[in-house]
């Protein structure tokens, strides 16, 4: 019986360990140090993890509403089939009270856009080149996290099929240098 007790209470353990990046209440190395304060105002923390009161830590996200916005409002200008929205991506240090703090890695966006024709691929590569020079116009202040995140495309037409294409905005800078339209679309594509 005893052996079946802690052969579970392991299975448990292990499997709680597996839902965390980092394992059961590690806290974040001082070089991995969550984003300061002062970028998190959307959001502040209900807790400070200390030696006394661990944590796990989670994959979470968190919505950018004024960043969503003023994306939102930009991409409405190019064309009102245009919408969007930014979150920030991170990891949520759940305390055993249940408390959570939340520390931001990134921020992505996603992005829906209206299309005539799905096979138009110079439509839609032109379509993410215009997206991304919004999205690099966007105040880096507003951004939360350390690392560069990545936006999501939704093609949909009227008859609503669609298509999505999820680039890296590190990716999109090293590899699309002066490109547009249909070779854009092709680089991004078969990118690692």
Same mark, same amino acid.
């Given at each position: 019986m005893k052996r079946r007790l802690l052969f579970s209470y392991v299975c448990i353990a292990l499997l709680l360990g597996a839902c965390s990046p980092r394992g059961p209440?590690?806290?974040?190395?001082?070089?991995?140090?969550p984003t300061p304060a002062s970028?998190?105002?959307?959001?502040?923390?209900?807790?400070?993890?200390?030696a006394e009161s661990p944590c796990s830590f989670v994959w979470a996200t968190r919505d950018l509403?004024?960043?969503s916005d003023r994306?939102?409002?930009?991409?409405?200008?190019?064309?009102?089939?245009?919408?969007? !929205?930014?979150? %920030?991506?991170? #990891?949520?240090?759940? *305390?055993?009270?249940? $408390? =959570?703090?939340?520390?931001?890695?990134?921020?992505?966006?996603?992005?829906q856009i209206g299309v005539r024709d799905l096979s138009d691929r110079e439509s839609l590569g032109n379509w993410i080149a215009g997206v991304m020079t919004v999205i690099f116009g966007l105040p880096a202040s507003d951004m939360q996290g350390p690392? !560069?995140?990545? %936006?999501?495309? #939704?093609?949909?037409? *009227?008859?609503?099929? $669609? =298509?999505?294409?999820?680039?890296?905005?590190?990716?999109?800078?090293?590899?699309?240098?002066?490109?547009?339209?249909?070779r854009l679309l092709e680089v991004l594509e078969i990118a690692p």
């Open positions: 209440g590690i806290k974040p190395k001082a070089s991995e140090s970028t998190r105002t959307a959001f502040p923390p209900t807790t400070t993890p200390t509403p004024d960043l994306l939102s409002k930009q991409l409405q200008a190019i064309d009102t089939a245009a919408t969007g !929205s930014a979150y %920030a991506y991170g #990891e949520e240090c759940v *305390a055993a009270d249940g $408390s =959570r703090t939340f520390s931001a890695m990134e921020t992505d966006f996603q992005i690392r !560069s995140g990545r %936006a999501e495309f #939704e093609f949909r037409t *009227a008859d609503s099929e $669609s =298509r999505r294409l999820n680039v890296g905005l590190d990716e999109y800078k090293a590899r699309s240098s002066g490109l547009s339209g249909a």
